[in-house]
């Protein structure tokens, strides 16, 4: 990672950024996850597997819901790459599956669940999801604004709602464990935003 | 509510059943709701409430989940009602901002947020959630198959895949504390599975 780059829901470390100890700090975090399953992660686990201080951990991370997160997002990153499809309805037919493809595996889907639902109670992990999700819906809507730049896409679209609208889609068979009912039912989404239902006129 | 009616979620009770009881339970539920909040809302506490045994109460409502939707979906059908507008583009705005006003009140969003957090740990709310959910997609899609038999949609669109991306769209807003992001979102998002976002072959 460069120094540039800066994951949502993490504080600016300014001078004190040590690229070496973050990565190994998020490496002991999936090893923890590993070992212990969500219910034994805690940023006291991940701290006495790095040897770091927990301040250090709170330094860039504010949460431990931001640290799963980072740990889950890498995790995405590593087995799925939403690469160019070259037209519109085959790169949103990749990012929503995608999604599903994820979650369907048994820790991952797990994982995303339990931030989502601590993310009701929890004013902390509510922030580390917000910030998360905001990142996302800005980088998702690229797929949208290249089909704009290529003609595919009409202009007056909201880029960001479209991929919402694909991306609430996968939340919520995600939440009610319906990931599996229909892989049709995917296609079926994407073409009803790409073409839409209503009736054209002669 | 008639003997013929079985609320998703809920056993069924044959000779046992007591529309009364059943009301009484109901209302009693409501009450220790408002006044005791989500975190002090128990069968217990109805049960005391109501002078009813629990085991009245499970007869009819496998889990405190079933009864907490329950009363929230009778508390959704006294505040709003999707009155047929006769075109499908304000019925689905009607619908969709339906849920967003729905939600919006504290309460209510409240209480619907602990259901789908509490569903993602415990599989009796898991089970009164789906079935919940399972009895609302096929209520709402009776919107699109209205419009299509007025000949407005489209008749290979999937009804149910129609209302479940818009609520879909409203879930995630709620779980993400943006239901008050922008109203324009839901005319843009009905629009865009109305309409589609492909630009037409000329």
Redesign the interface.
Known sequence: MSEAEVKPGRRSIGAQRNPASEEAILKAAEAVLLENGLSGFSIEAVARRARAGKPTIYRWWPSKAALLLDVYHNHKQTHFSYADKGN?RDDLIAYLSGLFTVWRNPATGALF??V??????DPDT?AA??AY?ADRRCQSSEI?KKAQAR????AD??PE??T??L???A???L????LNVNDG?IV??VD?????????AA
């Open positions: 519109v669940r339990s989502v639902a601590e993310a009701q109670a509510a999801l917000a999700m949208v003609g595919e896409v009409r679209a909201d709602i479209v919402e609208l991306a609430s889609f939340w919520s068979r939440l009610t464990d319906r039912d079926a989404a009803m935003v790409l073409a839409g239902i209503a009736v054209r």
